[in-house]
């Protein structure tokens, strides 16, 4: 249907300008009931997007700051592959401090989600062990070393537990004030283990040695799948170790 679906928010509901970073949606701010707003239009599935707007959800009622997915005029969370959430202020971290605030945030969000159940359509880390595609990965187009290499990552976290990740922890997708942390872009997350969140800078997650290692290479090697085969990917892939 297109951006016409912006219509069930309301007739006075406008596009405003498009927001950078949108790469499978297209990301737009937005006026809706005369407040600015995040619209974001892609081919998610309904069930897709209803895990996604009631996992926002659940995160403002235990109190994270994240965007809220604003109903339709009807009472519904998304519609025709739109989803229109709440605008969030703030600034990327920038020093080793704002980094360990991150962090912390990262492990609240982890234990509120311990039981989680997985995105529809996508599959863990650990999971791709078997398996060769899932949602945005598809290993058959890389080449088989480098699918050996993120597997040979992914390997490590065998056995770890589980919980939502939010799975694309670029400074974009950070929101900071004075007094909170905001998590954007929820477009990535899904169930998976927790260390593909923690390869932060500054090593602000606190890891030992071990654990970091282990942490950097399955991030590496998730962002060089999800991502293939553009420059960033294989630049990822080229800090996964040769097996």
């Known amino acids: 249907m297109g951006w016409e679906v912006l219509r069930r928010w309301g007739e006075d509901a406008v596009r405003v300008e498009r927001l950078a970073g949108g790469v499978a949606n297209d990301v737009w701010s937005l006026r809706v009931n005369g407040r600015l707003a995040v619209g974001r239009l892609g081919v998610r599935s309904d069930a897709d997007l209803a895990w996604e707007t009631e996992l926002l959800q ?3 009622r235990e109190g994270l700051t994240v965007p809220v997915p604003i109903p339709t005029t009807d009472g519904r969370l998304f519609a025709d592959g739109l989803v229109v959430m709440t605008y969030v202020e703030g600034g990327p971290p920038e020093t080793e401090a704002d980094w360990r ?18 995105r529809p ?14 949602t945005r990965i598809k290993l058959g187009a890389m080449p088989p070393e480098g699918v050996a290499r993120c597997r040979a990552a992914w390997g490590r ?19 900071m004030t004075a007094d909170r942390v905001a998590l954007i872009d929820w477009d990535e997350s899904h169930v998976d283990v927790p260390d593909l969140d923690l390869a932060l800078p500054h090593n602000a997650a606190g890891l030992d040695s071990v654990a970091l290692d282990i942490a950097a290479q399955a991030s590496a090697a998730w962002q060089a799948a999800v991502c293939w085969d553009d420059e960033y990917s294989i630049r990822r892939l080229a800090e996964v170790r040769a097996v």
Request: aromatic share 6%.
């Open 58 to 60: 659940y995160l403002d």
């Open 101 to 118: 605030c991150v962090a912390d945030v990262l492990r609240r969000l982890h234990r509120l989600t311990a039981n989680w159940p997985q």
């Open 121 to 134: 359509g996508w599959r863990s880390s650990t999971e791709l062990l078997h398996a060769d595609t899932g």
């Open 157 to 175: 976290l065998i056995g770890r537990p589980t919980c939502v990740i939010h799975g694309d922890l670029n400074p974009r997708n950070i929101r």
